[in-house]
């Protein structure tokens, strides 16, 4: 045995498992843990034994590495049957997660025990399949059906705390390894409780597998109502037919694009925070952060930073600006308060961290400053002008711009190592999204600053090279004029709006700029031809000069009536655009949904080519977690196969 190791403490083997990072259940994990089970029980001294993890978890499920590769012997129910099956009762000593197929080990075990921060949980649906070692048969017989379809169909862990009260464990304990001891020292006095496999479980009534099927479905994903199909067929059938029943369904969407997509993203999501690149490269302490600017952008990254225990410092232009700024955090924080996030205390908490001021010299202790002014090169060195006059010689200097090149607006600064673009997305207290751009001056450790910033916001830092629009908006710039094309081509603007939500984006590209205004962008593009730019006219051009700004002029690419948010096809953009329709294409939505992701993926390869993203991995990241991409697609480059990934 190389991963387990056995202490024995009297009558008690305490076997402990070591497979860094997360005890993840691997092969070999699978057949020490199955041939340890013989080793115990053959033993006449041990009684009972207490398995326990090494380093930051328990065993946090399957290893997902595995999933696309073909099954090997022994697979993990043979794993949970043999431990439960144990002539000598097992106690799963838990610390951070049991999950997955960690918990289904753990229900193999007779008890159940844990420290106060664990977590336990069945998280299989968002890696688009379900339990597949007993989670949809054996949780029901443990906890109840209706705790077990909670954790089965949303996916999400459950604290111990709760996980006592549900009857998913048995203890929550302080010292692990000396209460699990005592805990199994204790359990050998009494009688032992039936293994969970051999426990009652009674069939539900109809109605309640319907409001359940109602609650659980979520648009695009089959796993979650699979799950609950499972879980039902667990309470219909005896134990074995239900285990047939549930690896069949495991097995069948584990080969499934769903989660093939879903397994990618959660790799790239765990790669992207550490860039290997910038491994054993210390990030410069981040306490105290500056912020100009208290527009939405400004008060959000302000709320953000806070949120995160940072001092925050908002820097405005005159003092009704100050408050205004203010205020503005204020609501963010509000909003919490609201949904009950946050205690009213906690509130005035955060607001005393957070300061207002008209003088750039009180930005002289701050460890990081982000400028969030308007978007206007003059506007923007000015900042940087001052601050580089009066902020300490080793704070990072940030900007926040989305279109502007960050070397013309860090021109002048007299050390533009600790220069930096931290490009936030709107609101940036929610939005996931960071987009972290380097210039050529920038010092790796002002780089590694801005990783770590993204870590302690929990946003999913990308890194981005330098081109108009960065890796996001320049996709977004690209995807637009694809839908404009087929517009072009005579595919009803209502009809791609359609095919772009059924393939599982919450908006079409025509009705999300309504909503967020067609003028924005205009005005960007006005300026590049204003500045000699060969930019050609676009359809969003016609109808910005004619009026139509989107939902807040009454009509953009649709017609809205008063106080209906409700887009509705118009007759005045179809006159208005009339003599740049010159086909009349009929596309099925697929096939729209086909062309427009296969541009985005077209952007994304010349992105890539160019050196402006480092990987197709988070060019995904990017469309999912900005612009509302849908996450068990995989993101564009996924979509179109140009990732490597796992399938
Ligand atoms: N299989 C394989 N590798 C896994 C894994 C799994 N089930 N869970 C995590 N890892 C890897 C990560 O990819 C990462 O690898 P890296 O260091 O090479 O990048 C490493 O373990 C650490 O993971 P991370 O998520 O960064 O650690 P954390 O301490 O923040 O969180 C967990 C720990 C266990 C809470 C978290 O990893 C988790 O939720 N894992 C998924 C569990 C799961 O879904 N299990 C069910 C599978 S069916």
Redesign the pocket.
């Known amino acids: 045995m190389t991963l387990l190791t056995v202490r024995r403490d009297g009558e008690i083997a305490v076997v402990t498992l070591d497979n ?3 005890n ?3 092969e070999a994990v699978r057949k020490e843990l199955f041939e340890m089970v013989g080793q115990l029980d053959a033993d006449p001294g041990v009684r009972a034994a207490v398995l326990i993890c090494a380093g ?2 328990f065993l ?8 696309g590769k073909p099954p090997v012997e022994p697979h993990l129910p043979e794993v949970v049957d043999r431990i439960e099956g144990a002539e000598k009762p097992w106690v799963a000593a838990i610390h ?2 049991a ?4 918990f289904e080990i753990a229900m193999g075990c007779r008890f159940r025990i844990a420290v106060e921060s664990a ?1 336990v949980g ?3 649906v ?2 688009g ?1 379900i ?2 070692a007993s989670g949809t048969v054996r949780t029901p017989r443990l906890a109840g059906i209706e705790t077990t379809v909670d954790l089965v169909t949303s ?1 999400r ?1 459950m604290p111990a705390g709760k996980a006592l009260k549900a009857g998913l464990i048995d203890a929550v304990v302080s010292d692990l390894e000396r209460d699990a001891v005592a805990f199994a020292r204790a359990a050998l006095d009494a009688e032992l409780p039936l293994p969970v496999s051999q426990r009652p479980l009674a069939p539900m009534p109809e109605a309640f597998w319907q409001d359940a099927r109602k609650r659980a479905a979520k648009p695009g994903h089959q796993a979650p109502l699979r799950a609950l199909d499972s879980l039902r067929f667990a309470t219909e059938h005896d134990f074995a037919e239900a285990m047939e029943h549930e690896r069949e369904t495991f097995l069948d969407l584990r080969g499934s694009d769903e989660a093939a997509a879903l397994r990618h993203i ?2 790239a ?3 992207a ?2 860039p290997s690149a910038l491994k054993g490269i210390e990030p410069r302490p981040v306490r105290t952060v500056g912020v100009i600017g208290g527009g939405t952008m400004g008060a959000g990254i302000a709320g953000a930073c806070r949120e995160a225990g940072m001092e925050i410092l908002l820097i405005e232009r005159d003092d009704e600006a100050v408050t205004r700024g203010l205020a503005n955090v204020g609501k963010i924080f509000d909003s919490a308060v609201k949904r009950g996030k946050l205690s009213a205390e906690d509130r005035a908490g955060r607001m005393a961290g957070v300061r207002g001021s008209t003088d750039y010299a009180d930005l002289a202790d701050a460890d990081l400053v982000i400028e969030a002014v308007f978007e206007e090169i003059g506007v923007k060195r000015a900042v940087f002008a001052e601050l580089g006059r009066v902020c300490r010689a080793d704070a990072v200097l940030a900007t926040n711009t989305s279109y502007l090149d960050p070397r013309a607006i860090a021109e002048g600064l007299p050390d533009p190592s600790r220069f930096i673009g931290l490009h936030f997305f709107s609101p940036a207290h929610i939005m996931k999204l960071l987009e972290i751009v380097p210039t050529p001056d920038t010092a790796p450790d002002v780089l590694a600053t801005g990783f770590a910033l993204g870590r302690a916001l929990n946003k999913m830092p990308v890194q981005a090279g330098i081109c108009e629009g960065f890796i996001g908006n320049r996709i977004l710039k690209r995807y637009r004029a694809e839908a404009e094309a087929l517009v072009k081509q005579g595919v009803a603007i209502a009809e791609i709006d359609a095919a772009m939500r059924g393939y599982g984006f919450r908006m079409g590209p025509f009705e999300a700029q309504d909503l967020g205004g067609l003028d924005i962008a205009f005005l960007q593009r006005e300026g590049a031809r204003a500045e000699g730019q060969d930019v050609p006219e676009t359809l969003g051009d016609i109808l910005v000069r004619a009026g139509r700004k989107g939902q807040k002029t009454g009509g953009g690419w649709y017609d809205y009536a008063e106080g209906d948010r409700t887009p509705k096809p118009s007759a005045s953009v179809a006159t208005l655009l009339a003599d740049r329709v010159s086909g009349s294409a009929a596309l099925s939505g697929p096939e729209i949904a086909d062309r427009l992701v296969g541009a985005m993926a077209a952007e994304g390869e010349a992105i890539l080519r160019e050196g402006i993203a480092q990987s197709p991995q988070d060019i995904d990241l990017v469309e999912i977690h900005g612009y509302g991409f849908p996450r068990w697609k995989g993101g564009p480059m996924f979509a179109a196969g140009m990732t490597a990934s796992a399938r």
């Open positions: 860094p990072p997360v993840a259940i691997s930051r978890t946090a499920g399957a290893d997902v590495r595995e999933f951070g997660a999950l997955g197929g960690g977590r069945l998280p299989e968002t890696l399949v339990p597949g996916g862990p959660f790799f999501e765990r790669a925070p550490k």
